[in-house]
C-alpha cells in the first residue's frame, strides 16, 4: 500500500481579478486577519489550502472579477434600431 497522497487537480476554474483594481489596504486587511495554521510535519496541505484560501478571499475582496472574455467595442452601426434590440434577447 502507497504512503503517498495522488495529485489532485485544481478544484473548478481558475478564478481572475483585475489587478488594476486592488485595493492594497483591503488586501492587506484581509490577508493579515487570516487564520493559517502552522504546518505539522504530516500534514502541511492543511496550511497550503488555509493559506490558498485566504489569499483567494483577499483576493475576491480587494479587487474587482477580472473573468470572461473581452468583448470588443463595437461603433453604432446605422441600421440597427430599437425594435431590432427587443427582439435581439429572445433570439439568444
Known amino acids: 500500500m502507497s504512503d503517498h497522497r495522488p495529485h489532485r487537480g ?3 476554474p481558475r478564478r ?3 489587478a488594476r483594481t486592488l485595493d492594497e489596504e483591503v488586501f492587506s486587511e484581509r490577508l493579515s486577519g487570516a487564520r493559517i495554521p502552522h504546518a505539522m510535519p504530516e500534514r502541511p496541505e492543511d496550511m ?9 478571499e483577499a483576493c475576491g475582496a480587494s479587487m474587482s ?12 452601426v446605422y441600421w440597427w434600431t430599437d425594435k431590432i434590440a427587443a427582439f435581439r434577447p429572445q433570439c439568444l
Open 65 to 76: 472579477s477580472g473573468g470572461g472574455r473581452r468583448r470588443r467595442r463595437h461603433e453604432p
Open 48 to 56: 497550503a489550502g488555509a493559506l490558498i484560501t485566504a489569499i483567494t
Open 10 to 12: 485544481s478544484e473548478g
Open 16 to 18: 481572475r481579478w483585475s
